[in-house]
Each structure stands twice: as C-alpha cells, then as structure tokens.
C-alpha cells in the first residue's frame, strides 16, 4: 500500500493599498480554449515540477508534492498584479496565458482529477483562509469561492490555528497534524493558502509479503544499510535513457490511472545528481514515451518519507523575489488592502510498502509494441534513486522523491561497512 500526504502552507498579513480584478473575467472561454488551456497547465506543472526538484536540496531523503505547490501559487497568481504577476507568470510556466484561461482552467482542476482517477483514495484541496473582514472582489469569487472560508485571526488567533489544524489533519485523513504549531499564528495575521492532496493507492501488481527478505541498500561505494526488500516478478514497462543515464520501471496503481516510476541512475556513486541536473521535460517525455512491457524481477526496499519544508528560499531561487522579500502585490484580491506573504512551507509524508503507496500533504496506459529479446530483466533498486507518481491521462506528476535511506521512520537502521577492493 502507498500512502501520501501533502501539505502546503502560505501565511500572510496586511499593508493597506488598491487593486482589480483581471480583464476579461466574465468572459466563458469556448471548450477548445479550455481544453487548450488544461493541457498547457499540465505541462506547464510538470516544467514546475522538475525546476522545484532542482532546486531543492536532495542530498537526504527527500519528498513534495509539485502539483499541490503549483496549484497552490496559481491560486495565489490570480489575485497578483504588476511585478508579482510576472514573476509568477515566469516560475509557473503560464506567460503568455490568458488570465481568463487559467482562471477558468484552476475551477476546473478538482472536478478534472475527480472524473480520471478510479479505483484510488485520492482528494486535493486548496483552502483560502482570511480574515473576517477583508472584501473580495466580486468578479473572483466564482473561481475561489469554493476554495475560501472567513475567520478571525484578530479576535481569537490561538482558535484559528486550532482549526486550521483540524481541517488539514481531516483532509489528509489524520495523516498530518500540528501542521501549524503554537505561536505561528498571532493577530496581524490576515490570511492562510493551504493545498492538501492525499492518495492512497493498492498496486496493480502487489508484492506478496512472504516474499519480502532482508537485502542490502548502498547509500554510498563502501556503506550500505539492511533493509526490507520486496520482490515481484512480473511484467512491467521498462526503459533505459542514455540522456538521463538511468533505467525506469513503471508500476501501475489499481484503476491504471496513477502510476509510480522508478528512476534507478546507472552510476552509483553521483547518480541522483547527475539524473537530476540532467532532467528537462523532453527527456523525461522520451524516457515515458520508450517505455515497453518487459518480464522483470523487480527488488525494491520499502520505505517511508516525511518531510518539511520552509519553501521560501527555494521559491527565491526560482524567482519568486516578491513573494518572498515582502513586496508583493496581490492587490487582484481585494481592492483596499494588500496581502503580504510572510512564509511558505510545505509539509509531505509518503509510506510504501508490498501493497501499495500511501501518501499526502499539505500543498490506463498503452504502450507500443516492440520487437524485444524475452530475456528475464533484474532491475534491483539497491542504490539512492528518484521516483515520482503522475497522473497517466493529463500526464501531469503529483509527487516526487528522492531516496537515499529507505528505512521505516520506526524501525532502527543499521550502517555497515565494506572495505574497498
């Protein structure tokens, strides 16, 4: 079983100033527009995705959710304006994007994934939290009234936490609490963005439990740990990509909608970074796209990540200055007060285990037939490696990590040595 959890978390106070609403907001694009429009999300997403990968700091065990982070800051990008606007535009990967478009795509996201994705436990929500007094412009309330709830951080900000904390731990199925500790909210806060995503998602072909058996996981050339490695042999997509340098597998998640890939670089020294620094969408669109069905003895350890992030530095890197400096203008939302982000963090946990994956936080396939040898492949994931689990329809990635130490967050880890030869 796989089990995700995701959080995303913006908080934010108030400096008094103006703003409007974007131009052309009543206008209802046509469905070739809209369905322009997704598929430009998507992909833009995905660009997201792998700049966020980029950079942060994957030198330790490390997981996110990309989607709920972008779509999180699209939110956010419609009630921006000026430099803010742009900035964003550029990071998000929607320049050129009528804003009407993308307002009218980011309403149609959940009911999107809710109609594709079958036979999973999957839920995503972005919350907008303000405070009770703040007006928003009326021409934006139809693309985030479902997304806003009014509360008093002035009057009684120890109550808001509470429940804020209680919405998230419900969203995420009581997978992540606490998620805003005490203090973190006083009486000049004016408004919280969260983005929760949680999934949880048995695989199509499961691994049998009694085949489970202790196996070694180098994290380096003479250290390695004992973990529990699961074994299955079965018939999963495959491929090996000279332009990443590493192989990938492919399993399936009951429904087919949801799939996780394993990415296991070739070179077991540096592999991670040097997969990571060489990934550009069109590689790993190649990589997908070669994919075929092949008979594979697939070993690979069970594990589980949680993980917290202050995302701000991060999202100053990728160039978002304003949103993290303090000059941001988010004027879009309401037309006497702007908001002023004070920090982003995000908060993610994933558990993967013979049956399934999973997962949360807080932000069916075809494939070509080839002509192939029948020979039986090993792919043993014995070394750090990336993975992600996309979304096969839109193929848009919702979750990305990278491990490095697959052990239980309870179990005890035990290094050992070997010497060189």
């Not at 919280?192 to 199509?204: A, D, H, Q």
Request: hydrophobic share 40%; net charge neutral.
């Amino acid at each position: 079983m796989t089990t995700i959890q995701i959080l995303l978390l913006l908080t934010g106070c108030l400096v008094g100033v103006f703003g409007q609403c974007f131009k052309d907001v009543d206008r209802i694009p046509t469905k070739q527009k809209l369905t322009f429009g997704m598929e430009h999300f998507f992909a833009a997403s995905n660009q997201f995705s792998i700049r966020l990968l980029q950079a942060l700091n994957t030198t330790r065990d490390t997981f996110f959710s990309p989607f709920s982070i972008w779509s999180s800051l699209v939110l956010v990008y419609l009630g921006s304006k000026g430099t803010t606007e742009k900035e964003l535009e550029g990071v998000l990967n929607i320049h050129g994007m009528d804003k009407n478009i993308v307002a009218h795509s980011y309403q149609s996201l959940k009911s999107w994934f809710s109609s594709r994705i079958k036979a999973s436990s999957f839920t995503m929500r972005n919350n907008l939290f303000l405070q009770k007094d703040i007006k928003i412009h009326s021409c934006l309330l139809p693309f985030i009234k479902d997304d806003l709830a009014y509360t008093d951080f002035q009057e009684n900000p120890e109550l808001a936490r509470i429940a804020i904390n209680f919405l998230i731990q419900r969203q995420t199925k009581d997978k992540i609490k606490e998620i805003l500790p005490p203090n973190s909210i006083h009486m000049f806060t004016q408004f919280i963005v969260t983005s929760t995503m949680y999934f949880k998602g048995t695989w199509l072909q499961p691994f049998l439990p009694q085949s489970t058996r202790p196996g070694l996981f180098f994290t380096s050339h003479f250290e390695y740990l004992l973990v529990d490695m699961m074994i299955s042999h079965d018939t999963f997509p495959y491929t090996t990509s000279d332009e990443l340098q590493c192989t990938a597998i492919e399993m399936p998640y009951v429904g087919k909608s949801l799939t996780m890939v394993v990415m296991l670089p070739k070179n077991k020294a540096h592999g991670v970074q040097i997969l990571i620094s060489s990934l550009t969408l069109t590689r790993l669109n190649n990589m997908i796209e070669d994919m075929f069905p092949r008979e594979i003895v697939l070993a690979l350890p069970k594990f589980q990540i949680e993980d917290n992030f202050q995302l701000s530095p991060t999202l100053l890197k990728l160039g978002l200055r304003d949103l993290v400096t303090g000059t941001v203008n988010l004027t879009g939302f309401t037309k006497d007060k702007m908001l002023e982000i004070n920090a982003v963090y995000h908060k993610a946990k994933i558990t993967v285990d013979e049956h399934g994956t999973e997962a949360s936080a807080a932000t069916a396939t075809a494939y070509p037939r080839h002509s192939h040898s029948t020979k039986i492949l090993d792919f043993i994931v014995d070394r750090p490696f990336v993975f992600f689990i996309r979304e096969n329809y839109s193929h848009s990635i919702l979750f990305m990590g990278v491990v490095r130490h697959p052990r239980l967050l309870n179990s005890i880890g035990f290094h050992y040595y070997a010497e060189p030869l």
